[in-house]
């Protein structure tokens, strides 16, 4: 839950959640031709609201009609920490439901009669979607996402600075490093320190970390084993959390525990001149398949093109991923605000792997990168 303390941080959530999210997800919805949007705990109601309620079985659903109020529906035991989030501020109403009341009911009352398209989001848990299929047989179902993502997708300046904000706290840890990462020690020795630093460095949660040394590099996600680094081995670090403003970061960078071999070097040198070209390359219009053969080409030119084994990147805010997904395929043109990750990756089976991942955000007029740490290869004491 975000805790606002004084004026100035309520300014800032104010910012963050603006109380105009509703009515533009309403008039959004309204042009899809949907007569009301349903949405519950996840990033969705966190976007809309500022409300970072919990996933629990008792329903909690926003409800946005399009021709009438929306009202939030909560237990009644949840009501209290709803009223004290930013959606106390929005002007809404707060249902509570007691222990014998049908939810599904209520959300079914505070809708208008005859209602025959409503879009539910995209992280509803089954249960509830059957029930509410149930509540409103009459009403067709799809996707709120096909109207909330483009919203989400362009940041407004206040989630760009705290994307930025929680771009500078994973780098502080990156550039830590050196303290943890040492021949001898495991990778989960390693990640256990990196984990409780992402904390430290301003983050309310850690979400992930990712250490894979010497072959074990060579498998982009990775799972922390009690393999001991060796001297001179590459070793991927990919970490990020969440922020108590609710925003993520995500970085990756390669170091080596020692001088690495050379045939590692070359391959770094390739992956380095990729994402430095894809980087330079963000621009509004340039499209999301464009932007991954920028880096696509130069590896595959180089002969790793069948070492570049995923998308290029990921969008990034409210969820580590989401819209847009910077991949082969996709011709989203990029706009001004769209934030997302630029990390291409080479990866040798049995051998070693290198990614080098910057969170970027589109400007008017080219793009900023939101991760300052250094690029080049860290060659670590070994």
């Given at each position: 839950m975000i805790v606002v303390t004084d004026s100035q941080g309520a300014r800032a959530i104010a910012n963050l959640y603006p109380a105009d999210r509703i009515e533009t997800a309403r008039q959004a919805a309204?042009?899809?031709?949907?007569?009301?949007?349903?949405?519950?705990?996840?990033?969705?109601?966190?976007?809309?609201?500022?409300?970072?309620?919990?996933?629990?079985?008792?329903?909690?659903?926003l409800v946005v009609p399009v021709e009438a109020d929306p009202v939030l529906i909560v237990p009644a035991l949840e009501k209290p920490a709803a009223a004290a989030s930013p959606?106390?501020?929005?002007?809404?109403?707060?249902?509570?439901?007691?222990?014998?009341?049908?939810?599904?009911?209520?959300v079914a009352e505070r809708l208008p009669a005859g209602v025959k398209r409503i879009a539910i989001d995209d992280h509803m848990w089954a249960e509830k979607v059957l029930a509410l299929r149930a509540a409103l047989p009459q009403a067709e179902q799809s996707l709120a996402g096909e109207v909330?993502?483009?919203l989400r997708a362009r940041k407004s300046p206040a989630e760009v600075e705290a994307l930025r904000r929680a771009g500078a706290a994973i780098d502080r840890v990156h550039r830590r490093m050196g303290e943890w990462l040492r021949p001898g020690r495991t990778e989960r020795e390693v990640a256990r320190d990196i984990a409780d630093a992402i904390v430290e460095a301003g983050h309310a949660t850690c979400d992930f970390v990712i250490v894979g040394a010497g072959p074990n590099s060579a498998s982009p996600h990775h799972e922390v084993s009690d393999r001991p680094i060796r001297p001179g081995e590459p070793v991927v670090v990919d970490i990020g959390g969440t922020t108590h403003d609710g925003y993520c970061s995500d970085s990756t960078r390669t170091y080596a525990a020692g001088e690495p071999h050379d045939d590692f070097r070359e391959l770094y040198a390739v992956l380095q001149r990729a994402q430095q070209a894809q980087t330079e390359a963000v621009r509004p219009g340039i499209t999301a398949q464009e932007l991954d053969a920028v880096g696509r080409d130069i590896i595959e030119d180089a002969g790793y093109g069948d070492h570049f084994i995923h998308r290029t990147g990921h969008g990034i805010g409210l969820e580590t991923h989401e819209e847009p997904y910077i991949v082969a395929g996709s011709e989203v043109p990029l706009e001004p605000g769209m934030a997302f990750s630029i990390e291409p990756g080479i990866y040798l089976p049995g051998r070693f792997g290198a990614r080098i991942e910057d969170i970027a955000v589109c400007t008017e007029d080219g793009g900023e990168r939101l991760n300052l740490t250094g690029r080049d290869l860290v060659v670590l004491p070994g």
């Open positions: 309204a042009a899809a031709g949907l007569d009301a949007l349903l949405v519950s705990p996840g990033a969705d109601l966190r976007y809309l609201t500022g409300y970072h309620a919990l996933p629990l079985e008792r329903l909690t659903a959606v106390g501020g929005l002007g809404i109403e707060i249902l509570g439901w007691a222990e014998t009341d049908d939810p599904y009911a209520l909330l993502r483009p």
